[in-house]
């Protein structure tokens, strides 16, 4: 049972740099959330996707961008990233319904020098 | 907008002690209502739930019950064990837009 899978485990880019965090998940799930983890502030919603070909602003967007062109697929772009921007970054999925929990992947530690 | 407030943390207890993490959450509407329990190194994985309000969640010994007049959803457990030392997040389901909030979670430290 893979779950949700998170690539790459680890990265670590220059100021300025751009670089892609896939999410893939195999359980047909239709919602898809991208979050950061940062020490003293938890878990932030970076963006989320109810649906293949949808996505919808969290509480922190600036810098991310998102794209959700198959449903098992969703993907978070930084452009140009920043020092900001380092932290830990989880992907998590979930069916439809309102009590249906979140299954998460096991992160991606960016590091922006 | 909606949130989610955690005692801050580290909570720090002896083995076989009594456990409780207050939650509290402001939201428009009813949100479904989660633990999730966060071990070194890993995701977050769900711990229990609870739908409605008066509803009690409860798995491996931890219980939490969905109180509407004091918006809160305490986690407790009558007997920790130095294997619950971990990060343990609250966090809401909002049906109206979808959005998982969370709070900023609260480490416990168990000690042998």
């Known amino acids: 049972n893979a779950g949700v899978t998170q690539t790459p485990k680890f990265r670590v880019l220059k100021t300025g740099q751009s670089m892609t965090l896939l999410c893939a998940q195999d359980?047909?799930?239709?919602?898809m959330y991208w979050y950061r983890q940062d020490p003293g502030m938890g878990l932030r919603l970076i963006h989320y996707?109810?649906?293949?070909?949808?996505?919808a602003k969290g509480e922190v967007p600036d810098g991310y961008n998102v794209s959700r062109l198959k449903k098992q697929n969703f993907l978070l772009g930084l452009e140009s990233a920043a020092p900001s921007q380092t932290s830990v970054y989880f992907c998590?999925?979930?069916?439809?319904?309102?009590?249906?929990?979140?299954?998460f992947g096991n992160g991606t530690r960016l590091t922006v020098t | 907008g909606d949130s989610v407030t955690q005692m801050e943390g580290p909570v720090t207890l002896s083995e076989e002690a009594f456990l409780t993490i207050n939650c509290t959450y402001t939201?428009?509407?009813?949100?479904?209502l989660f633990w999730y329990v966060q071990y070194p190194g890993e995701g977050l994985q769900l711990l229990l739930k609870?739908?409605?309000?008066?509803d009690k969640g409860s798995n491996k010994g931890f219980e939490a019950t969905y109180r509407k007049e004091t918006t809160s959803f305490h986690l407790e457990k009558g007997s920790v064990q130095v294997s619950d030392s971990a990060v343990y997040f609250c966090?809401?389901?909002?049906?109206?837009?979808?959005?998982?909030?969370f709070g900023k979670g609260t480490r416990l430290h168990i000690l042998p």
């Open positions: 998590a999925s979930k069916a439809h319904s309102y009590n249906s929990p979140l299954h």
């Open positions: 359980m047909n799930h239709e919602y």
């Open positions: 996707s109810v649906g293949e070909g949808t996505t």
């Open positions: 939201a428009t509407g009813y949100p479904s």
């Open positions: 609870a739908t409605k309000a008066d």
């Open positions: 966090a809401l389901f909002m049906n109206r837009d979808d959005k998982i909030i």
